[in-house]
């Protein structure tokens, strides 16, 4: 039943920016915390960015200050908006609610 779907991904050239989507089934992203994720090849997940059902967010220190997580109920989809970003963010990046993850949407960033 609980359906999460990222998209967005793709190769930049380091400095530029992606917004990443993951369209969410039913009323999750109203009534559910929504999280994102990475992982790059032999590396362990890393938590990015998470949105709670009343809108406040928190972010890694990682990315914090050049990742936004936003949400639009009404399309029942949550964004990640991913500015300046360096070869070191490179990684297939997923969004999940409770123990559900989507399938993943690869970003590449060149030097």
């Known amino acids: 039943q609980v359906h999460l779907v990222e998209s967005g991904g793709g190769l930049v050239q380091a400095g530029g920016s992606l917004r990443l989507s993951c369209a969410a089934s039913?009323?999750?992203?109203?009534?559910?915390?929504v999280s994102w994720h990475r992982q790059a090849p032999g590396n362990e997940r890393e938590f990015v960015a998470r949105?709670?059902?009343?809108?406040?967010?928190n972010y890694a220190d990682s990315v914090k200050g050049k990742f936004t997580i936003s949400r639009d109920s009404t399309k029942s989809t949550v964004y990640l908006q991913m500015n300046n970003l360096k070869p070191e963010d490179t990684a297939v990046y997923y969004c999940s609610t409770d123990a559900y993850w989507g399938q993943g949407t690869q970003v590449t960033v060149s030097s």
């Open positions: 039913g009323r999750i992203v109203s009534v559910n915390t």
């Open positions: 949105i709670f059902s009343g809108g406040s967010t």
